[in-house]
């Protein structure tokens, strides 16, 4: 009369083992089912067998509701098109089908396990671990079902709406740019470079005692009749152009563009004019970046590779940051 138990229980081992991973509560009636089973093979009680086939129906419903439920789950994400590395970024996750308690994790966009019951909907926060473009997030959904007897497993791949583009988190660096300056010639256009960046003139008015005489313009005081000197625009600070060189490992990587992104945002701070030298996928990219959006796209889609030079200019300062 027993006999006919002992497939099943071999069956119901292999189910446990293969759709799903059992909690505790299933292993302890696990082991409660073989007790009572090897009681059954010696004393034949009838008793014990309906009440092991029972057991054994539990265990069984306990591992299929939680893969069947899985069956119809969808997950959906909607995500801004920009965030940043180590930054709370807010996410519109729903998730269709019916399952109760339901665990839901995106760990490439820094989702953390959020529990829910299906069907539902809502806002949740997600902090991604690095930069990057990302275009499809996998998903996993986890559901131990009614019983809680085990956990069955479900990878989803979802497509976004419009690609994520992740910047790197922003790694504070102290911007010392030299200041554009230089001794004027005399000549007709009033100004002349010294070597590294021009002196540039707003015009020109009378002498006043204590201009030195450098300032002194010929041109304009053969043309008064009087002493002229040049008015100089205040001093700034020369353009700042960054080659970005991600070739190196990971880590070193993932600095190098935190010091970049510091470095662009500390420079357009002060007013500098920015320009980046990176790597992407299609190939070298050298263009102007205008603020902290612009400055996080570009080194979100940056890539290892060798990044353009800027060409030879007067007056530009040029910073290379490179992972080795």
């Not at 059992?22 to 309906?50: C, D, E, F, K, Q």
């Not at 791949?157 to 554009?180: F, H, N, Q």
Request: glycine share 10%; proline share 11%.
């Amino acid at each position: 009369m027993t006999m006919p138990l002992g497939p099943t229980v071999v069956v119901l081992a292999v189910v446990l083992f293969v759709l799903a991973r059992p909690t505790r509560p299933a292993w302890v009636l696990l082991l409660i089912g073989g007790a009572l089973y090897a009681v059954s093979r010696t004393t034949g009680s009838g008793w014990l067998v309906v009440l092991l086939a029972g057991l054994l129906a539990t265990l069984v419903a306990g591992v299929l509701f939680p893969v069947l439920a899985l069956r119809g789950v969808t997950v959906e994400l909607r995500a801004p098109t920009d965030g940043t590395a180590g930054e709370p970024l807010r996410v519109e996750l729903t998730v269709r089908g019916r399952a109760r308690d339901l665990r839901v994790r995106a760990p490439l966009i820094g989702l953390a396990e959020v529990v829910a019951d299906a069907p539902a909907a809502g806002v949740v926060a997600a902090v991604p671990p690095s930069r990057g473009v990302v275009e499809v997030v996998p998903v996993h959904v986890v559901a131990a079902g009614p019983l809680g007897l085990a956990m069955a497993r479900r990878s989803l791949r979802v497509v976004l709406a419009r690609p994520l583009e992740i910047g790197p988190r922003p790694i504070p660096v102290d911007l010392r740019l030299p200041p554009l300056a230089g001794e004027a010639d005399d000549d007709e256009e009033g100004c002349r470079g010294d070597g590294n960046a021009p002196e540039l003139v707003r015009g020109a008015r009378s002498y006043v005692v204590g201009d030195p005489l450098r300032l002194v313009h010929w041109p304009a005081t053969a043309r008064a009749g009087s002493l002229m000197v040049r008015e100089l625009e205040s001093p700034g600070h020369a353009p700042l152009s960054i080659v970005v060189d991600l070739r190196g490992p990971d880590d070193q990587a993932e600095a190098a563009a935190g010091r970049s992104v510091g470095l662009a945002l500390a420079a357009l701070r002060a007013g500098v004019p920015v320009t980046l030298a990176t790597a992407e996928a299609d190939g070298p990219v050298l263009a102007p970046v205008a603020d902290r959006v612009s400055v996080g796209r570009r080194l979100a889609r940056a890539v290892p590779g060798p990044p353009p030079q800027p060409p030879p200019g007067r007056g530009v300062t040029v910073v290379r940051v490179a992972a080795s």
